[in-house]
C-alpha cells in the first residue's frame, strides 16, 4: 500500500521520501491566487454606473421638459400632417378602393354590349349588334368559309398522323 495511511490501524507508516517531499510543501509566494476578481474595484465600478444612469435619467428628463415648454411657447401644433381639415389624396393614378365592384360593374356592361344595338361611330355609320346575331349573319354571308384546296394537292387520307421519329415530316397511320 503506498502512501494509503489509515487512521486507527496498527500498520507502520511508510517513511516520505525525497521524491514525495516536493508535493508536500508550499513554493513561496503561492498563499493564493493573486488574478481572483477584486472585489473592492467591482463595488465601485458598481456605484459608478448607478451614479452614470441617474444622471443620464434626470438629463433626459430635463431635456424633455424644456421641449414641451418651448413647444407650448412658439405654439407648434403637435402633429402638423394630421392637423388638416381636409382630406389629403395620393397622385394620380390611385388604387381601386373596391376593385371586385368595379371588375363586376365592367362584367356587367361589357355583357350588355354584346346582347344589345348600339352606335359605335354615328357619322361612319357603324353600328354593334348582339353577339348572336352576328354570328347567323356570318354564317349566312358565308364569311366562316374554309380554303379551297389547292389543285395538285394530296388529299388528307383520315387516320394519318406525323411520325414521332421524323419530327412531324412523315405521316404514318396508327392505330387509335
Do not use: C
Not at 495511511?5 to 513554493?27: C, K, N, R, V, W
Not at 477584486?38 to 451614479?51: D, E, M, P, R, S
Not at 389624396?89 to 355583357?111: A, H, I, K, S
Not at 354615328?122 to 349573319?137: F, N, S, T, Y
Amino acid at each position: 500500500m503506498a502512501h494509503g495511511h489509515s487512521f486507527g490501524s496498527s500498520e507502520p507508516l511508510e517513511p516520505i521520501t525525497a521524491a514525495d517531499e516536493q508535493y508536500m510543501s508550499t513554493p513561496e509566494g503561492a498563499a493564493y491566487e493573486h488574478t481572483d476578481a477584486n472585489v473592492w474595484q467591482i463595488i465601485k465600478f458598481g456605484i459608478w454606473l448607478a451614479i452614470t444612469a441617474l444622471v443620464v435619467h434626470v438629463g433626459l428628463g430635463l431635456m424633455y421638459r424644456m421641449q414641451i415648454e418651448q413647444a407650448k411657447k412658439t405654439g407648434e401644433e403637435r402633429y402638423p400632417l394630421a392637423s388638416t381639415t381636409q382630406s389629403r389624396l395620393p397622385p394620380e393614378p390611385r388604387l381601386q378602393q373596391f376593385p371586385r365592384t368595379e371588375y363586376y360593374q365592367f362584367r356587367v356592361g361589357e355583357q350588355e354590349q354584346l346582347e344589345s344595338y348600339g352606335w359605335i361611330n354615328k357619322d361612319a355609320g357603324v353600328v354593334h349588334i348582339p353577339i348572336e346575331q352576328a354570328m347567323k349573319l356570318a354564317l349566312e354571308r358565308g364569311v366562316f368559309q374554309s380554303r379551297p384546296a389547292e389543285p395538285g394537292a394530296p388529299e388528307e387520307t383520315p387516320g394519318l398522323m406525323p411520325s414521332d421519329a421524323s419530327s412531324g415530316r412523315v405521316m404514318e397511320r396508327r392505330r387509335q
